[in-house]
């Protein structure tokens, strides 16, 4: 049996309640995933939607998972989760969504193989993604780019807010 990997995921829904959306994500992580376990989840905060501006504001968050799936089956089971919270996959890039799972990183493994790259591209341009890694593994190294402490240094402002955890639903 292979020993567990650290997996970090990037959870983000800007639709319905986008806060309820987040919990209930983490919810199904801890209780979805074969042979995987929480071991850790950042505060939400609410951002600007990245793409198209007339959508409304993100809840994001990023959560620490010890897991024994490999990278791929692990993607298709955040993606069956996506489905089950009424994800609907369409060619919109960035736009509106109930729910969006990110393989973030898993391990310190580099993969770069038709619809699976890992470390996420976007960690370096995301605050929404940076400052919850920095707050789960303030030592994290991003394979390819570096301490994320030093990445979040380089970042020119944010537009983040730490989500009340009493908005709980």
């Given at each position: 049996?292979?020993?567990?990997?650290?997996?970090?995921i990037?959870?983000?829904?800007?639709?319905?309640?986008?806060?309820?959306?987040?919990?209930?994500?983490?919810?199904?992580?801890?209780?979805?995933?074969?042979?995987?376990?929480?071991?850790?989840?950042?505060?939400?905060?609410?951002?600007?939607?990245?793409?198209?501006?007339d959508?409304?504001?993100?809840?994001?968050?990023?959560?620490?998972?010890?897991?024994?799936?490999?990278?791929?089956?692990?993607?298709?089971?955040?993606?069956?989760?996506?489905v089950?919270?009424?994800?609907?996959?369409?060619?919109?890039?960035w736009?509106?969504?109930?729910?969006?799972?990110?393989?973030?990183?898993?391990?310190?493994?580099?993969i770069?193989?038709?619809?699976?790259?890992?470390?996420?591209?976007?960690?370096?341009?995301?605050?929404?993604?940076?400052?919850?890694?920095?707050?789960l593994?303030p030592?994290?190294?991003?394979?390819?780019?570096?301490?994320?402490?030093?990445?979040?240094?380089?970042?020119?402002?944010?537009?983040l807010?730490?989500?009340?955890?009493?908005?709980?639903?």
């Amino acid at each position: 049996m292979n020993a567990p990997v650290s997996a970090f995921i990037g959870i983000g829904a800007n639709l319905g309640d986008p806060v309820a959306q987040v919990f209930d994500a983490l919810a199904r992580l801890a209780r979805d995933l074969p042979e995987t376990r929480p071991s850790g989840r950042s505060r939400l905060y609410r951002n600007p939607p990245m793409g198209p501006r007339d959508q409304p504001d993100y809840v994001n968050a990023v959560a620490r998972l010890e897991t024994r799936l490999e990278p791929r089956a692990l993607l298709h089971r955040l993606q069956a989760i996506e489905v089950a919270c009424g994800r609907r996959r369409d060619a919109t890039r960035w736009g509106p969504r109930l729910l969006d799972l990110d393989l973030l990183l898993f391990g310190e493994e580099v993969i770069d193989e038709p619809g699976l790259r890992v470390p996420h591209p976007g960690i370096p341009e995301r605050d929404f993604v940076l400052l919850p890694l920095l707050e789960l593994a303030p030592g994290l190294m991003i394979p390819g780019h570096g301490p994320v402490a030093a990445l979040c240094r380089g970042m020119c402002g944010t537009g983040l807010q730490a989500v009340a955890e009493e908005t709980r639903a």
